[in-house]
């Protein structure tokens, strides 16, 4: 079954607003799975999750933000002293050299302060559109939506976006996502992907929106929930 294939239509405005009305009923509060404290832990987490599960990064977190919860404490871990802790995760490599040199580039641009502007966010090494999204709507509160695999094949599968790059994707959700979700659309779309509409085995006959699915490839019946 492909991962991304999408709707034949795009959901209505009256549609959109049905759709996320019961995904906030059903999670009034969502939020991240990653474990973090402060914005500067949400950062590295975001970093270190990319290609990785949110249930590995938290267990490597755990000790890590333990030790060396700021940035001044992890830069001075350096890449050799924070290996131990993240290598389990895949990249780690990679993703241990990109922490230390965000962690240098915090403390001498920004005070050891997370910037709240995505150019400055982008600027950090090993932070992409994504990263930077994510952290904006987690830690500061903005109506941004990071698309990730989850919520790109979400939001394709379901008609609220017909983009084919997750740019084009994430700029027709900010247009299709009533203002009134907009803050929580990241969290409620991901969780949705990640236990729902997953990309080989779409739980689709116990999913509370089925019925306003525009995805051709439905497996079996709709909830009695979504089909009142």
Avoid at 19 to 31: E, I, K, V
Avoid at 96 to 124: F, I, K, N, Y
Avoid at 174 to 183: D, G, H, T, Y
Wanted: some cysteine; proline content about 6%.
């Amino acid at each position: 079954m492909p991962d991304v294939s999408g709707a034949a239509t795009v959901l209505s405005g009256v549609q959109c607003h049905e759709l996320f009305s019961r995904l906030r009923s059903a999670n009034p509060q969502p939020t991240t799975e990653l474990s973090y404290d402060t914005p500067f832990q949400l950062l590295i987490a975001v970093i270190l999750s990319a290609q990785a599960t949110d249930k590995s990064v938290n267990l490597a977190t755990r000790q890590l933000f333990a030790d060396a919860p700021t940035p001044q404490a992890m830069l001075a871990l350096g890449e050799s002293g924070l290996l131990p802790y993240i290598d389990r995760i895949g990249l780690y490599r990679n993703k241990a050299r990109h922490v230390v040199a965000t962690c240098r580039q915090l403390l001498e641009r920004h005070d050891g302060e997370v910037p709240r502007s995505r150019a400055e966010l982008e600027a950090l090494p090993g932070v992409g559109r994504k990263t930077a999204n994510v952290v904006l709507n987690t830690a500061f509160g903005e109506a941004t939506i990071a698309v990730d695999t989850h919520i790109f094949r979400v939001a394709k599968r379901s008609g609220l976006a017909a983009g084919t790059t997750p740019l084009a994707v994430e700029r027709e959700l900010l247009q299709a996502v009533p203002e009134e979700f907009r803050k929580s659309a990241h969290h409620w779309l991901l969780l949705h992907g990640r236990y729902v509409c997953k990309a080989r085995q779409p739980a689709c006959p116990s999913c509370l929106i089925a019925d306003l699915c525009a995805w051709p490839e439905k497996v079996g019946g709709l909830t009695e929930a979504a089909s009142q």
